[in-house]
Structures are given as C-alpha cells and as structure tokens.
C-alpha cells in the first residue's frame, strides 16, 4: 500500500459526460501528480500540484482540468469525454524525496 | 529531450534464476533521477528501486538492484532470484528537472517478465 488513495476505482460514462477523479497524497506529501495510461500512448504525465499550485502541466488537453485543495487532495475534471479518453489514470504524490508513489489508478471506460 | 528506452518487450526467466531488464536514458541535465516500477496485472504501480545521478554505488532494494552505468547511460534492473509473484510489466522511468514538466517522471513503454516454474 503506497499510501495514496484513489476514487473511483473504476468508472463507466459516456461520450460527451463530465467526470471527476479524487486523489488524496500520502501523509506530508505537497506534491500531487496527474498520469494517464493508454495502450496507445503508454504512460503520460499530465499536470502536477504542489501546495496548491499548480507547478508543471505536460500532455494534458484543453477539456481537462485538475486542482489541489487546502488539505493537499487534488481531483483532475474531464469533460466532453471522447473514446480516446478510455485509460487508467493514476495519481501520484511526492515528499522531500524523489521518488513518486503512485495510487492504485482509476480506470475510465467511455462508450 | 529527454528519453528512456526499454528495448525488451517481453522476457522470460525461470524461477530463481536472476533476470537483468535493460534500460537507456538520453538527458543532457547533470542532475537526473531514475526509477523503476513493477506493474501487476491488477494495474497499480509499484516503486522498486531509485537512483540519483551523483549516487556513488549501485542502488540496491531487497533482490532488487539497479546496475548504473553513467558513461553508458544505461540503468539496468537486475531481479535476483525470481519467483512468479514477479510476473507483471516494469517500467524504467526517469526524473529530470525540466522548464515545461518540472520533475515529472518520463517512462519507457515497458518490459513484460514472465517467471516461470
């Protein structure tokens, strides 16, 4: 166990729906980041937190969006969801280390 | 840019013997980070082993140990003793300061090992 807690574990929608992912870091950590998984695409970095700002964003599209609340979770929005959005995004959280600890993913199915 | 290759899509190892996961990185920043993590087929990612870029020794973790060569740019993971719990997909995955991803991790697209009896 990682520390990291994810919800949904799993969640179907459809195109054009709005869903939001909750992440809560491990105990301490600032850092707070967005990955997604495709087959297609593999493993994506999509945008990162720290202490409530946002600090780098990489391949993260226009429809998306994600915040870090005061008490350090953080939930990533997708909105007019596509077939293409179908992966398994995961959260990961980060202290004074380097190392990232990820959460257990959510897996979004869009049909 | 920075870029990690894992050029083995797939291996397999009989258990207990060793298994060594191949891994190469391209980054022109002095101060860099690598990591690898084993992923299940139940799909969490799990942290092995990390290794800075100024660390003087070989990073070692349990059976798990990452064969660092800087001139090669090369971060081999070697799993000692393999057992099935072992079966799942690793990814080698490196961290860099960088202007538009910060100290987002970029990974390669995976090695799936299979242990077997």
């Known amino acids: 166990d990682s520390g990291v807690t994810q919800t949904p574990k799993h969640l179907i929608t459809a195109t054009g729906q709005r869903v939001t992912l909750r992440c809560s870091p491990r105990s301490g950590d600032l850092s707070v980041y967005w990955y997604q998984q495709s087959l297609d695409q593999g493993l994506q970095f999509l945008i990162q937190?720290?202490?409530?700002?946002?600090?780098a964003k990489g391949n993260i599209l226009e429809r998306f969006s994600a915040q870090q609340f005061p008490d350090l979770h953080s939930e990533l929005n997708l909105s007019s969801l596509e077939l293409g959005d179908s992966a398994l995004y995961f959260c990961a959280s980060s202290g004074a280390g380097w190392a990232q600890y990820f959460g257990p993913g959510t897996r979004l199915l869009v049909l | 840019a920075q870029k990690i290759t894992q050029t083995q899509p797939g291996m397999f190892v009989q258990e207990k013997e060793a298994v060594t996961l191949d891994c190469t990185y391209d980054?022109?920043?002095?101060?860099?980070?690598l990591f690898w993590y084993k992923q299940p087929s139940s799909g969490e990612m799990i942290f092995l082993i990390y290794?800075?870029?100024?660390?003087?020794q070989n990073a070692t973790e349990g059976r798990y140990s990452l064969n660092f060569q800087k001139a090669r740019k090369s971060a081999n993971l070697v799993i000692s003793a393999s057992q099935l719990g072992d079966s799942a997909m690793y990814f080698c995955a490196m961290r860099a300061p960088n202007s538009n991803s910060g100290y987002a991790l970029n990974f390669g697209k995976g090695t799936s090992l299979l242990v077997t009896p």
């Open positions: 937190y720290y202490n409530g700002e946002e600090r």
């Open positions: 290794q800075g870029s100024y660390d003087q």
């Open positions: 980054t022109s920043d002095p101060s860099y980070g």
